[in-house]
């Protein structure tokens, strides 16, 4: 009996590794192709699906001719948990001028709320002017240190002794 198991464990093995199917041609490919070549679409003008957020200053604001609708135009300053980067849409009355900031939700392409965050009175952005501060400062603007805090003046000693009483 272990004559005949060892070979036939043999051939099956064999066989295991060649592989039991018969060989024969593959069948034929239906492999679907289908147009993978992108749109040449801006992707700030894109539809909007879903609920939607921007965090930005407005750009624009026109009304449309011949129309009682107000064009907006958005670009986004907070691009943090998905917000929109830019939005174009329109609107029945004003909601906010030139260079406000606002955050506007979306639900599709229909304006659900906007919020004016800051209003601008001037219309053109100007990005914050960063202060030059000047290493030496001469005597003579020094107004004997009214309103500025200097540590050396706070110097507190190591107290000398030290008691506690109790009733």
């Known amino acids: 009996?272990?004559?005949l198991i060892l070979p036939l464990c043999v051939v099956l093995l064999f066989m295991f590794i060649q592989g039991c199917?018969?060989?024969?041609?593959?069948p034929a490919s239906t492999l679907k192709t289908y147009?993978?070549?992108?749109?040449?679409?801006?992707?700030?003008?894109?539809?909007?699906?879903?609920?939607?957020?921007?965090?930005?200053?407005?750009?624009?604001?026109?009304?449309?001719?011949?129309?009682s609708?107000?064009?907006?135009?958005?670009?986004?300053?907070?691009?943090?948990?998905?917000k929109?980067?830019?939005?174009?849409?329109?609107?029945?009355?004003?909601?906010?001028?030139?260079?406000?900031?606002?955050?506007?939700?979306?639900?599709?392409m229909r304006l659900t709320e906007m919020f004016v965050i800051k209003a601008v009175k001037n219309t053109t952005y100007t990005p914050p002017l960063k202060k030059k501060s000047s290493a030496k400062k001469s005597s003579s603007d020094d107004d004997g240190g009214a309103g500025k805090r200097n540590k050396s003046?706070?110097?507190?000693?190591?107290?000398?002794?030290?008691?506690i009483k109790l009733n």
């Open 1 to 3: 009996m272990k004559r």
């Open 69 to 82: 609708l107000w064009n907006y135009e958005i670009d986004g300053i907070d691009k943090t948990n998905g």
């Open 21 to 26: 199917a018969p060989k024969s041609p593959p």
């Open 35 to 67: 147009n993978t070549e992108k749109e040449t679409t801006n992707p700030k003008l894109t539809k909007l699906v879903g609920k939607n957020y921007i965090k930005g200053i407005v750009r624009t604001l026109k009304q449309e001719a011949n129309s």
């Open 84 to 108: 929109l980067s830019y939005v174009n849409f329109d609107h029945k009355s004003v909601l906010a001028n030139e260079g406000d900031l606002v955050y506007a939700s979306f639900d599709g």
């Open 153 to 163: 003046h706070q110097v507190i000693g190591v107290p000398q002794e030290e008691s």
